[in-house]
């Protein structure tokens, strides 16, 4: 049996063949949904959905400015925004 916490049916199951032929019962942890663009909303791209594991970790972000914070579309919209402020 396994622990309480993980007997939850929020949790996501998967059988597995071990090597000695048995099938066993694993609890895997849920990947959380794609960033958002924090002005849009709109999923952004080249990151991909992980799980609180795997981002704690680290993952290499967009290297252009403001990666992972904002999509191209409303980058590109400030950046034009700001060039006509200045001018």
């Known amino acids: 049996m ?10 996501k199951r ?10 066993v019962l694993r609890v895997m942890d849920k990947k959380h949904d794609y960033p958002k663009c924090a002005v849009c909303g709109m999923p952004l791209q080249g ?3 992980l799980t609180l ?3 704690r970790k680290g ?4 290297t252009r400015a ?9 980058l590109k919209l400030g950046i ?8």
């Not at 993952?59 to 967009?62: F, I, L, T």
């Not at 403001?66 to 409303?74: A, D, K, T, V």
């Open 2 to 11: 396994v622990r309480p916490s993980l007997r939850s049916r929020t949790k």
């Open 14 to 23: 998967r059988h597995v063949r071990t090597p000695g032929g048995r099938l």
């Open 47 to 49: 990151i991909p959905r």
């Open 53 to 55: 594991k795997e981002e």
């Open 59 to 62: 993952v290499k972000m967009p």
């Open 66 to 74: 403001f990666g992972g914070y904002l999509c191209h579309r409303c």
């Open 80 to 87: 034009k925004v700001s060039v006509r402020t200045r001018a």
